[in-house]
């Protein structure tokens, strides 16, 4: 039992293999949650440095080899005044023989009580001499802090090679659909799948779709309080505790300040230690609240409720990512080499992310539970191959969830 960089990342499977004398040959993979996957395989080929460790690296630099330290500099320079992010080209800079040099800095201060912020800039520049049109290379600024980046956009590459090498494997989640999407971004060519249908008694549990709502961007502003109405008018009767996710903080709080029923939620503060979080579990199953929180937040995935406390989960709005020079990229390279490039990159990861929220309280045959959809684009084409077929499209909320008995 190992976490994923044990085997996905090169840098860590050989000597993890070798040190238990194992060879991938001989072993069969099983993943579990492995709609994460191609995200952990993505984060595993990335690489940033900001530029303040950059600058610090030219330092060490400077002290060695006039020649890279003129590339460090000029890569600073290019950087340094950028407001918004935007695409470099960190490959044409560098080349092997500044790898060879880097190293030979790093060794000789391999006595220092400090790592060097060379070993960084090494990595960057190992990745970037490496990178193909797989790669985004951009530069980012959050608040005043900024990153040049590296990011992969195609886990295939290399979760395929890995899992080619063993025996045989088994992926593994209740968020796999559509399975041969998933077997494209991780690169399996042949597979078997099998679908485990729903083995919850149907009468346990309710699933319905709002369509009288939306978090659609140009629409958000008209129904914010049309979504605060229908959330009130549902929580006030509720006999039990329930979850609310939304898509963002912003979006949660401006939902938030236009209900009358503010005395019955609680809120997800934003970075909240694991202790913080407990103790909010505990207000909520002590007395009959909601959790207001936010979908790729600290409550979405991983954190399962009492069923007998918690019998509603509510998703307000469909989870895709904000725009971003990055989703962008990504779009664009799932177009290229699939065809059907927004699907790739916004509806299948913001349907996981709904689906994976929407099982936070049914956990076992006997739950009891309703699962509120609060979107019409839920019933559209698009997303609804995603969902389980027993979803009820309703434009009276309140009505449906009187009749349900849990």
Same mark, same amino acid.
């Given at each position: 039992?190992?976490?994923?960089?044990?085997?996905? =990342?090169?840098?860590?499977?050989?000597?993890?293999?070798?040190?238990?004398?194992?060879?991938?040959?001989?072993?069969?993979?099983?993943?579990?949650?492995?709609?994460?996957?191609?995200?952990?395989?993505?984060?595993?080929?990335?690489?940033?440095?900001?530029?303040?460790?950059?600058?610090?690296?030219?330092?060490?630099?400077?002290?060695?080899?006039?020649?890279?330290?003129?590339?460090?500099?000029?890569?600073?320079?290019?950087?340094?005044?950028?407001?918004?992010?935007?695409?470099?080209? !960190?490959?044409?800079?560098?080349?092997?023989?500044?790898?060879?040099?880097?190293?030979?800095?790093?060794?000789?201060?391999?006595?220092?009580?400090?790592?060097?912020?060379?070993?960084?800039?090494?990595?960057?520049?190992?990745?970037?001499?490496?990178?193909?049109?797989?790669?985004?290379?951009?530069?980012?600024?959050?608040?005043?802090?900024?990153?040049?980046?590296?990011?992969?956009? +195609?886990?295939?590459?290399?979760?395929?090679?890995?899992?080619?090498?063993?025996?045989?494997?088994?992926?593994?989640?209740?968020?796999?659909?559509?399975? +041969?999407?998933?077997?494209?971004?991780?690169?399996?060519?042949?597979?078997?799948?099998?679908?485990?249908?729903?083995?919850?008694?149907?009468?346990?549990?309710?699933?319905? =779709?709002?369509?009288?709502?939306?978090?659609?961007?140009?629409?958000?502003?008209?129904?914010?309080?049309?979504?605060?109405?229908?959330? +009130?008018?549902?929580?006030?009767?509720?006999?039990?505790?329930?979850?609310?996710?939304?898509?963002?903080?912003?979006?949660?709080?401006?939902?938030?300040?236009?209900?009358?029923?503010?005395?019955?939620?609680?809120?997800?503060?934003?970075?909240?230690?694991?202790?913080?979080?407990?103790?909010?579990?505990?207000?909520?199953?002590?007395?009959?609240?909601?959790?207001?929180?936010? !979908?790729?937040?600290?409550?979405?995935?991983?954190?399962?409720?009492?069923?007998?406390?918690?019998?509603?989960?509510?998703?307000?709005?469909?989870?895709?990512?904000?725009?971003?020079?990055?989703?962008?990229?990504?779009?664009?390279?799932?177009?290229?080499?699939?065809?059907?490039?927004?699907?790739?990159?916004?509806?299948?990861?913001?349907?996981?992310?709904?689906?994976?929220?929407?099982?936070?309280?049914?956990?076992?045959?006997?739950?009891?539970?309703?699962?509120?959809?609060?979107?019409?684009?839920?019933?559209?084409?698009?997303?609804?191959?995603?969902?389980?077929?027993?979803?009820?499209?309703?434009?009276?909320?309140?009505?449906?969830?009187?009749?349900?008995?849990?």
């Amino acid at each position: 039992i190992a976490n994923y960089f044990h085997v996905f =990342n090169p840098f860590v499977s050989y000597p993890f293999f070798t040190k238990l004398n194992l060879r991938p040959e001989d072993t069969i993979l099983i993943v579990d949650e492995a709609h994460n996957l191609p995200n952990m395989v993505m984060d595993i080929n990335s690489v940033s440095i900001s530029l303040n460790k950059l600058e610090k690296a030219y330092k060490e630099i400077l002290m060695y080899d006039e020649e890279l330290s003129k590339k460090v500099q000029d890569l600073i320079s290019s950087t340094k005044t950028i407001e918004k992010p935007k695409i470099i080209d !960190i490959k044409s800079l560098f080349d092997n023989e500044d790898m060879i040099k880097i190293d030979d800095i790093i060794k000789d201060q391999e006595n220092s009580t400090r790592i060097p912020s060379s070993l960084s800039l090494k990595r960057l520049i190992s990745v970037a001499i490496n990178a193909d049109e797989s790669y985004l290379q951009y530069v980012s600024k959050d608040q005043d802090k900024i990153k040049i980046n590296i990011v992969s956009l +195609d886990p295939s590459i290399i979760s395929g090679q890995i899992i080619n090498q063993f025996f045989s494997s088994i992926f593994i989640s209740g968020t796999l659909k559509p399975m +041969d999407m998933f077997a494209n971004l991780i690169g399996i060519n042949e597979s078997r799948k099998l679908e485990i249908g729903n083995y919850f008694p149907a009468n346990n549990r309710l699933i319905l =779709n709002d369509i009288t709502t939306t978090s659609k961007f140009s629409s958000r502003e008209e129904y914010t309080t049309k979504i605060a109405e229908n959330l +009130d008018s549902i929580l006030k009767k509720f006999k039990y505790s329930s979850i609310v996710f939304f898509s963002s903080y912003e979006f949660r709080d401006n939902v938030l300040s236009k209900m009358k029923e503010k005395d019955r939620v609680l809120v997800e503060e934003q970075h909240m230690s694991r202790s913080e979080q407990i103790n909010l579990i505990s207000k909520l199953y002590n007395d009959k609240k909601s959790l207001f929180c936010v !979908i790729g937040g600290g409550f979405g995935e991983s954190v399962d409720f009492k069923n007998e406390y918690v019998k509603m989960v509510i998703i307000v709005g469909v989870p895709f990512e904000p725009p971003s020079i990055k989703l962008k990229a990504l779009q664009n390279y799932y177009q290229n080499k699939f065809g059907n490039g927004f699907e790739y990159a916004q509806v299948l990861p913001a349907m996981i992310k709904t689906l994976q929220a929407a099982g936070r309280i049914i956990r076992s045959e006997n739950d009891k539970a309703i699962i509120v959809l609060m979107d019409y684009r839920f019933s559209s084409d698009l997303l609804s191959k995603y969902l389980p077929d027993d979803v009820i499209e309703t434009d009276d909320l309140e009505k449906e969830i009187e009749k349900f008995e849990l």
